[in-house]
């Protein structure tokens, strides 16, 4: 699995206009995307290091003070799915999505992640698999990380 994570003062997914997810922060948005041999193990795996990843900045401190995590702060995170994180556009100008899950094999292991980050405690929000989804966010930082299981 793989998964980009900013660090955000807001973020907000939309589908034909309507909010389905939002944050207020200190958080995270984390796209997420997942591959053929992804398994609901590694869905696990991905939901723990999110949690405790020391992305945050404790009181405000700036760029040198990011040790803390959403699970030390109660921060939120906004999940979405993004097949794309799998394309390939090593070759030619068009990419190719081979690596990335079929839909019917990503949505649980997205669904997964989301169940297993709630059970450590998190406040989740999430996107809306499949769908035409608008992401709006103020990365605080900027701040990203990519992050593969």
Not at 26 to 46: F, M, R, S
Not at 107 to 132: C, H, I, N, S, Y
Request: contains cysteine; charged residues 25%.
């Amino acid at each position: 699995m793989r998964a980009v994570v900013q660090r955000v003062t807001e973020a907000r997914v939309t589908v034909a206009g309507e909010t389905v997810g939002a944050i207020e922060g200190p958080g995270l948005c984390v796209l997420v995307g997942v591959t053929h041999e992804d398994t609901p193990a590694k869905a696990a795996q991905l939901a723990r290091k999110l949690w405790t990843l020391r992305l945050l900045e404790p009181d405000g401190a700036r760029a040198d003070g990011v040790e803390r995590s959403c699970s030390d702060l109660g921060a939120p995170l906004l999940v979405i799915s993004q097949f794309t994180l799998y394309g390939d556009a090593r070759k030619g100008r068009r990419p190719t999505w081979n690596a990335a899950a079929p839909g019917p094999v990503a949505e649980p292991l997205v669904d997964e992640v989301v169940a297993q980050l709630r059970a450590l405690g998190a406040k989740v929000e999430t996107g809306r698999f499949g769908a035409d989804m608008r992401v709006a966010l103020v990365n605080d930082g900027p701040f990203t990380v990519l992050v593969e299981v």
